[in-house]
């Protein structure tokens, strides 16, 4: 079997092309995340309402997952990819025009997240099937590192933009943007060359999903990502608020630049992958949900500094563990239900990001930033628990 090898031609091309599907996907997803402050003003409506923008998105997008992993087994992957890529920028562009209605705009972004459904399942999916099983612990890690980069970049542009200008601009510019990149993605992308084309069927769809949740292992490394998304998309969903409030009073643009800690994240899930190639993946894994509590508690000092490295570890260690176990699926899956294990995977982290990235406003409402990083802690613990029960079951 012909896989793409590090040696190979189409390598650096392959790579280059998945992590700027990565970056748009991550960029057009999280856009509305930095300004949620700001929809909560201009709105006038509470922090988690305005949080509902994401949690809609990540929401839609996490049940077309499933679906969209069966029709890719019947149409051509790359087309499937980007076309959603392409949709999903022209509705961030449409998203600049909404004025004064927090519902339609809610429901332009649930839009957005199913069409963007096309993109993060598939891409796994490809990379499992198309790179030689020895790199995939790299290439995972550069497909990852385009999500991070691309969620800095989306936000620190909407913040920047909003400061000077409005959210409006701001997102708008990020939509056109996000079409010039896609329109790269066609262009640079081999067709998929190992995958068996099927006519699904809403029986063998069922049967396919039992398959999977039969696998205790994979049940585990599912719990996992929903709680650890879950904990990271709470913490960076609201930590603008209590920045702009005494005694920091930050501006909309440096609670922009507060996203290039995502950078770190850039190189934990290459850094990270590279490590599982070589070590255990569980330990490796758990050493990266650790590092992500620590970081969580950091953020309760109260110097901006200590809060910022609190950010920057907490960012490293989830990066780290995410690239680590969205490759662990493809190889824990079996060989038909690579692309559906993937989007299950994908199913419970965005579940996670949609269900826990809404419900943590209650919780800084009642009880401030310690209620939030008291409920994102045990969370994390619990992602550790799903770790060893995976190294415990076979």
Partial sequence: MNYIEPAGKSFRK???????????????????QPVIPVFAKQFGVSPPMASLTLSFATGTLSICLLLVSFFSES????????????MSALLSISVSFVQDDIYLLIAIRAVQGAVLAGFPAIAMAYINEEFHPKSLGYVMGIYVSGSSIGGLAGRLIVGVLTDHYSWNVAIGSLGVLSLLISLFFWWMLPSSQHVTHTNM????????????????QLLWLFGMAFLLMGSFVTVYNFVGIPLMEPPYQLSQTLIGF????????????????KLADRYSRGRVLLTGILIMLAGALLTLAVPLSMKIMGLALFTFGFFGAHSIASGWVGRLADKNEKAQASALYLFFYYGGSSIVGATGGIFLIRFGWGGVISVVSILIILAAICIWMVKKVK
């Fill in 14 to 32: 392959t790579i280059l092309a998945l992590f700027l599907g990565s970056f748009v996907t991550f960029a057009d997803l999280y856009s509305t």
């Fill in 201 to 216: 069927s809403v029986k063998r769809m069922i049967e396919s999903l039992r398959h999977n949740m039969k696998n205790p």
């Fill in 75 to 86: 149409i051509d992957r790359k087309k499937i990819m980007g076309v959603a890529l392409t």
């Fill in 258 to 273: 507060i996203f290039l800690i995502y950078l770190v994240g850039t190189f934990s899930s290459t850094w990270m992958g």
